[in-house]
């Protein structure tokens, strides 16, 4: 055990190398948010030394806890996580650019993360696309046969067994128009699109689906300037 999180620290040391520069960080030490966290329709809190991801029973909207900074093009996240039960069935790593007005929320891509895998999905020319409509037909479920082989064609699933209740590192980069996802130093999967290589990803978000998700040592860096 202790030789795989010597391995695990070692690969989030080598990735640190490729993305130097510290954006923000935070360990969760402190009682409550600090003042650079945002949120929509959540009711996360810090709790215990730890960011505890809480979407409230009656919301429509999975718990959102984000970070604003000047829109940069290759990013990396890092944070530990832990499902504590069954209850908790995914969470997202999202990047989106809040002043871009060509896809839904300004979503640009992300990293689902659940015990079962991972999905990479490529937002801004995927399933949040408003170009044309494609957003809006797809909440009606109005898709054509091509749009449906098409927003297929935006992302990529991984499987791989992420424990229950036992603490993870994740580590999510962008690098040009791929994205790249590991879990405890090993490579889970990457995926090329497009969309991922939009220059300007101005806002990175914890989206919690529902509950029982836990976060800690959170942080975000970008390349050497």
């Not at 839904?104 to 659940?114: D, L, Y």
């Not at 015990?115 to 408003?130: C, E, Q, R, S, Y």
Request: hydrophobic share 35%; proline share 3%.
């Amino acid at each position: 055990m202790k030789y795989l999180l010597c391995l695990a620290l070692l690969s989030v040391a080598a990735l640190a190398g490729e993305y130097p520069r510290v954006i923000f960080a935070d360990d969760f030490s402190k009682d409550g948010f600090g003042p650079r966290w945002g949120h929509y329709k959540s009711s996360s809190m810090v709790k215990g030394g730890v960011l505890v991801g809480i979407t409230a029973p009656t919301s429509d909207h999975s718990a959102v806890d984000n970070i604003k900074f000047e829109g940069e093009k290759d990013l990396q996240v890092s944070v530990k996580f832990r499902f504590v039960s069954e209850k908790a069935k995914s969470f997202n790593v999202w990047f989106d650019d809040k002043g871009y007005k060509g896809s839904h929320a300004g979503h640009i891509c992300q990293a689902t993360i659940s015990p079962a895998g991972v999905n990479i999905a490529d937002a801004k020319t995927g399933g949040f696309n408003l170009e044309g409509g494609l957003y809006e037909r797809k909440k009606a479920g109005q898709l054509t046969e091509d749009e449906k082989k098409l927003l297929a064609s935006k992302q990529k699933r991984f499987p791989a067994k992420v424990s229950l209740q036992d603490w993870h590192t994740l580590v999510v980069q962008t690098q040009g128009d791929t994205l790249r996802v590991s879990i405890d130093g090993k490579e889970v999967g990457s995926f090329q699109s497009p969309g991922i290589a939009h220059d300007t990803k101005s806002l990175v978000s914890l989206t919690t689906n529902p509950v029982d998700v836990e976060y800690d040592d959170f942080s975000l860096n970008g390349v050497a300037k």
